[in-house]
């Protein structure tokens, strides 16, 4: 294997460390501490687990967080009112609302809902907007961490050609907008894109996020390239990426693996946001 791994649980840990000192000193000086607020409808196993760890995280950063869980009956207009709710309530700093939610309610709608400013999911059109056109705002928490690898690695971006594979809101798209922002020249990828691997040659930086486990083998990695596997996909033989690590790892300069790259990045942005929303309000 010739790449270097980007130790994503490394990286994660020294932005949640540098988060602690920044609560502390946010403590210091507004006598108060910020609060992240979840909410989850239903009892999806994998959203308990997600948010279990969001809260672990944020009492490691010496942060408040609290939690609703509502019946997997609720209906979209009682979830509406609640994050209507938590939009006024001064004591709350951040909203998030994990998905999926159950199918009687409009995913959209409800993210839609959500005061722009305690949006620590970066989800919000308003967000998204505010990304399209280049301008400060809240910013989806993968695609932050992903930004944040890459710049721990100290990768030149400015010029370089990046390829993203996945065009979601979530991830492929705002990562898209963050590339694009640091000056790369950015091709996205899609079901429908022809020739996939001769396109995702041309990466000088590679981004995967496309959720079909190997999708992406040495054909697809141009020589000396960074990889960074968002791809999160449970299979028989344990959680795999997009990228088929072990063939990819002979031709890239480095690339992250699955699991222990971008995942743990995620929660460690969350907190980012959740004390950037803080500093942010009056
Ligand atoms: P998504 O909404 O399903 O989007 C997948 C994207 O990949 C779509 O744009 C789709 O193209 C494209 N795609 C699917 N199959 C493809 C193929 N064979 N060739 C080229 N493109 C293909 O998924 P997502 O929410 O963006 O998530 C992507 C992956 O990242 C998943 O594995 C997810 O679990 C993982 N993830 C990880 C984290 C983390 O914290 N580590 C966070 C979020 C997501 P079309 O648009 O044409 O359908």
């Known amino acids: 294997m010739a790449a270097r791994v980007i130790d994503g649980k490394a990286v994660g840990a020294a932005v949640r460390a540098r988060v602690a000192e920044e609560v502390a000193a946010y403590e210091a000086e507004r006598g108060r501490t910020p609060l992240l607020v979840t909410v989850i409808v239903g009892d999806d196993p994998a959203s308990e687990i997600y948010v279990r760890n969001k809260h672990r995280a944020c009492e490691e950063a010496g942060m408040r967080s609290a939690h609703h869980g509502l019946p997997a009956g609720t209906s979209e207009n009682e979830l509406l009112e609640l ?3 938590l939009g006024v309530d001064r004591d709350v700093d951040g909203i998030l609302v994990q998905l999926p939610v159950p199918d009687q309610i409009d995913p959209d709608r409800v993210v839609a809902a959500i005061d722009p400013a305690k949006d620590v999911d970066g989800l919000t059109p308003v967000n998204a907007g505010l990304l399209a056109h280049g301008m400060p705002g809240l910013v989806p928490c993968t695609p932050a961490g992903v930004m944040e690898l890459l710049r721990h690695e100290g990768i030149e971006l400015e010029g370089a050609e990046a390829v993203v594979v996945g065009r979601s809101k979530l991830v492929g798209v705002p990562v898209s907008r ?77 690339i992250s693996p699955v699991p222990g790259g971008v995942g743990p990045m995620t929660i460690a942005m969350l907190l980012v946001n959740t004390v950037a929303a803080a500093r942010a309000r009056v």
């Open 83 to 85: 994050v209507g709710e």
């Open 178 to 254: 963050l590339l694009l922002a640091a000056n790369a020249t950015v091709t996205m990828c899609h079901s429908r894109t022809r020739d996939l691997a001769e396109v995702c040659r041309r990466g000088d930086v590679l981004v995967a996020a496309a959720g079909v486990p190997g999708l992406l083998g040495a054909d697809a990695v141009k020589p000396g390239a960074v990889v960074i596997d968002v791809g999160t996909n449970r299979t028989d033989d344990g959680l795999r990426g997009d990228v088929d690590f072990e063939a990819a790892a002979g031709v890239a300069g480095a």
